[in-house]
């Protein structure tokens, strides 16, 4: 992988990264690449945040809305890592989501409120359902319970947000 080859590279002889594969490394490239592509004219923000990346990832998109934005595209991924990345950032597999959001209410849709806390407390279903079970060892992982909130139509769901730090989500259905 090239992150793969990043790393050992920087490891062992830092002169020699390629210049080609180092602007495929970047945590912007998919977006990037994806606003080229469309030939989208529109802002985008690359998020790495860990194991909260997903829900600093909300966090952004509902900041953009409060500014303004009609609607704003959130894209989560990520695939496997491996060799020194592996080490410290374990992840299986591939797992993408995308959410459309805005601030236009439709009443047949679900209405998201958000809310960081220091406590994940007890009062949301965090248990985990076959699709989070599943795909455990993905580091995007933590998406699936806001996925399978939606689908199943739970009140609210806690998502990582970081280091001691929750998103909770209250979930209002039309």
């Known amino acids: 992988s090239i992150t793969d080859y990043m790393c050992a590279t920087l490891a062992s002889d830092p002169r020699a990264v390629s210049p080609t594969r180092f602007h495929n ?46 609607a704003v595209l959130l894209v989560a991924y990520d695939g496997p890592s491996c060799g020194p990345l592996g080490e410290v950032a374990p992840s299986e597999g591939l797992l993408g989501v995308a959410l459309v959001l805005s601030r236009v209410p439709c009443p047949d849709l679900p209405t998201l409120r958000m809310e960081l806390v220091q406590h994940a407390g007890t009062d949301a279903d965090d248990v985990a359902g076959p699709l989070s079970q599943l795909l455990a060892g993905n580091a995007m992982q ?7 909130a939606l689908a199943l139509e739970r009140g609210q769901v806690l998502l990582p947000a970081g280091i001691e730090q929750w998103l909770r989500i209250d979930i209002g259905h039309g």
Do not use: D, R
């Open 142 to 148: 933590p998406a699936l319970p806001l996925l399978e």
């Open 25 to 70: 490394s970047v945590h912007n490239a998919a977006a990037g690449y994806w606003t080229i592509g469309a030939g989208a004219h529109v802002p985008a923000t690359a998020i790495s945040a860990g194991s909260g990346s997903f829900a600093q990832g909300l966090v952004e998109a509902m900041a953009q809305l409060a500014a303004g934005s009609e």
